[in-house]
T-cell receptor
Framework: TQLLEQSPQFLSIQEGENLTVYCNSS?????LQWYRQEPGEGPVLLVT?????EVKKLKRLTFQFGDARKDSSLHITAAQTGDTGLYLC????????FGAGTTVTVRA | DTGVSQDPRHKITKRGQNVTFRCDPI?????LYWYRQTLGQGPEFLTY????????KSRLLSDRFSAERPKGSFSTLEIQRTEQGDSAMYLC??????????????FGPGTRLTVT
């Protein structure tokens, strides 16, 4: 059972379009992390958000942490084919509790 | 490269056999975690070590599973009498202990286990 709910489960968009992935939890975590995972590989850490209301930007990726520290979103601007992958959010209280992930496909 | 490494990357075994996986964490990290990931799901926590001490084991870790980290460096995960339900990707992660940095876990490439 996943403690974090991610939506949508699948997302397919054209290169150049924008996309948003959501992560919601009924629990409060000390921090929340976003990972990207490619087939057959381990998750790669993208960002850690800690403070309620926090917004972090990494190039075309924008991460938000909700005021109550229970929800988060990942927004990608002008998606590229290299953004294709499984995006996972994870709540951290020393161990990580993951959502089921959102599979993003960016078509050329 | 000083990232987390896992060996082997793939393992195919017959039901009932024992298997052992190895994880080498990032050298300065004192915390080491094992997760299991099945198709269509996010990773699920199995167990974690701080140095050589195993501090928590998930109820997912049945008696057939055992993990060790004898010198606080590399770790092994052994599965005895494997079952088809054990087929999954086994992921290892490490982090620095203490403070907010302890929440940032870095994963290895995983070991894909297939039980036939």
């Amino acid at each position: 059972t996943q403690l974090l709910e991610q939506s949508p489960q699948f997302l397919s968009i054209q290169e150049g379009e924008n996309l948003t992935v959501y992560c919601n939890s009924s629990s409060v975590f000390s921090s929340l992390q976003w990972y990207r995972q490619e087939p057959g590989e381990g998750p790669v850490l993208l960002v850690t958000v800690v403070t309620g209301g926090e917004v972090k930007k990494l190039k075309r990726l924008t991460f938000q942490f909700g005021d109550a520290r229970k929800d988060s979103s990942l927004h990608i601007t002008a998606a590229q084919t290299g953004d294709t992958g499984l995006y996972l959010c994870a709540g951290a209280n020393y161990k990580l509790s993951f959502g089921a992930g959102t599979t993003v496909t960016v078509r050329a | 490269d000083t990232g987390v490494s896992q060996d082997p990357r793939h393992k195919i075994t017959k039901r009932g056999q024992n298997v052992t996986f190895r994880c080498d964490p990032i050298s300065e990290h004192n915390r080491l975690y094992w997760y299991r990931q099945t198709l269509g799901q996010g990773p699920e926590f199995l167990t974690y070590f701080q140095n050589e001490a195993q501090l928590e084991k998930s109820r997912l870790l049945s008696d057939r599973f055992s993990a060790e980290r004898p010198k606080g460096s590399f770790s092994t995960l052994e599965i005895q009498r494997t079952e088809q339900g054990d087929s999954a990707m086994y992921l290892c992660a490490s982090s620095q202990g203490g403070g907010r940095l302890s929440y940032e876990q870095y994963f290895g490439p995983g070991t894909r286990l297939t039980v036939t």
